[in-house]
């Protein structure tokens, strides 16, 4: 059964920092990409950014790039999105996300609150 699970959100100030981690389990992810999208109150869940498992190739939306970083330990199973310069438009739910590149699997963490005060 896979899972993942989600640690590491919070309240921070403007300008602050987080470091999200998802610790992944019960397959290999091998031929996955690996990502975290965010869902804030009334809005659709949106893409953040992802990390493809095997190689580290790495995409972001416009609006986070040069502030979030995200990075995987293939030993550990985690994957990790550190936040910086964070922005009250950054509050939201953030999920840990799996998706098969080829392919229809796709799996879901049960999400962590990210709360950023102006």
């Known amino acids: 059964q896979v899972q993942l699970a989600e640690s590491g959100g919070g309240l921070v100030q403007a300008g602050g920092s987080l470091r999200l981690s998802c610790t992944a389990s019960g397959r290999t992810f091998s031929g996955y990409r690996m990502g975290w999208f965010r869902q804030a109150p009334g809005k659709e869940r949106e893409f953040v950014a992802d990390i493809t498992w095997s190689r580290g190739n790495t995409m972001y939306r416009d609006s986070v790039q040069g502030r979030f970083t995200i990075s995987r330990d293939i030993a550990k199973n985690v994957v990790t999105l550190q936040m910086n310069s964070l922005k009250p438009e950054d509050t939201a739910v953030y999920y840990c996300?799996?998706?098969?590149?080829?392919?229809?699997?796709?799996?879901w963490g049960q999400g962590t609150q990210v709360t950023v005060s102006s």
């Open positions: 996300n799996a998706r098969m590149m080829l392919g229809s699997s796709e799996y």
